[in-house]
């Protein structure tokens, strides 16, 4: 298999830490320069048509694409440790908490540094500012729900490590580093301590 890849994509990273969490090897990477628009030229186009990061390349020749579908690929192909659910009960939960992770704090934080940053103006035309500011403002109110949850539990999706971890982790460190934000300077100490344990973990610097 071959992943194509990109250095410090929020994407990429977490498909980086899922294969660290779960101790994959053996998989062939290809960085993709986003700043340079490799992304969209007509060899990754042929690979992935909506030009983004990451995709798998199977050794059958087909390719995967989207993050979330790689995971899932990966966890029927290496099952342990178990990152997305035991039995159809357990699975629907954890989706459930990656899901409203990935939908309303993820896409929040992402589209805040695509309409505000400049350094994205290059992959984001046109480039909406007020939209930008909004969304960042809203992915708050998602954090604040985050704190509410974490002082409840130790995980995102309940008392074990998931991909919901992984994707929160891989969000807020997006936004901990083109947005500035630190969920304890905000007042969301729960978030706080649960990044930095995450941060603990080998995981944690794949991608």
């Given at each position: 298999?071959?992943?194509y890849?990109?250095?410090?994509?929020p994407?990429?990273?977490?498909?980086?830490?899922f294969?660290?969490?779960?101790?994959?090897t053996?998989?062939?990477?290809?960085?993709?320069?986003?700043?340079?628009?490799?992304?969209?030229?007509?060899?990754?186009?042929?690979?992935?048509?909506?030009g983004?990061v990451?995709?798998?390349?199977?050794?059958?020749?087909?390719?995967?694409?989207?993050?979330?579908?790689?995971?899932?690929?990966?966890e029927?192909?290496?099952?342990?440790?178990?990152?997305?659910?035991?039995?159809?009960?357990?699975?629907?939960?954890i989706?459930?908490?990656?899901?409203?992770i990935?939908?309303?704090?993820?896409?929040?934080?992402?589209?805040?540094?695509?309409?505000?940053h400049?350094?994205?103006?290059?992959?984001?035309?046109?480039?909406?500012?007020?939209?930008?500011?909004?969304?960042?403002?809203?992915?708050?109110?998602?954090?604040?729900?985050?704190?509410?949850?974490?002082?409840?539990?130790?995980?995102?999706?309940g008392?074990?490590?998931?991909?919901?971890?992984?994707?929160?982790?891989?969000?807020?460190?997006?936004a901990?580093?083109?947005?500035k934000?630190?969920p304890?300077?905000?007042?969301?100490?729960h978030?706080?301590?649960?990044?930095?344990?995450?941060?603990?973990r080998?995981?944690?610097?794949?991608?």
């Open positions: 298999m071959k992943l890849t990109s250095a410090r994509a994407n990429p990273r977490r498909v980086a830490m294969i660290a969490e779960k101790g994959i053996g998989i062939d990477t290809e960085l993709v320069d986003l700043g340079a628009l490799q992304n969209r030229s007509p060899e990754f186009l042929a690979v992935n048509p909506f983004r990451p995709a798998l390349a199977l050794d059958d020749g087909r390719v995967l694409s989207e993050t979330r579908a790689i995971c899932t690929y990966l029927g192909v290496y099952p342990e440790p178990n990152l997305m659910g035991d039995g159809y009960d357990d699975r629907a939960f989706e459930m908490a990656d899901r409203r990935e939908l309303y704090l993820f896409a929040g934080i992402a589209n805040c540094i695509r309409h505000t400049p350094g994205l103006a290059p992959l984001e035309q046109p480039q909406f500012a007020d939209f930008g500011t909004s969304q960042g403002e809203k992915m708050r109110d998602t954090v604040r729900w985050l704190d509410g949850v974490l002082a409840t539990q130790p995980y995102v999706a008392q074990r490590f998931t991909i919901a971890d992984i994707t929160a982790f891989c969000a807020l460190e997006f901990r580093g083109l947005m934000f630190r304890g300077a905000e007042g969301f100490e978030v706080q301590a649960w990044r930095d344990r995450i941060a603990a080998p995981g944690a610097s794949a991608g």
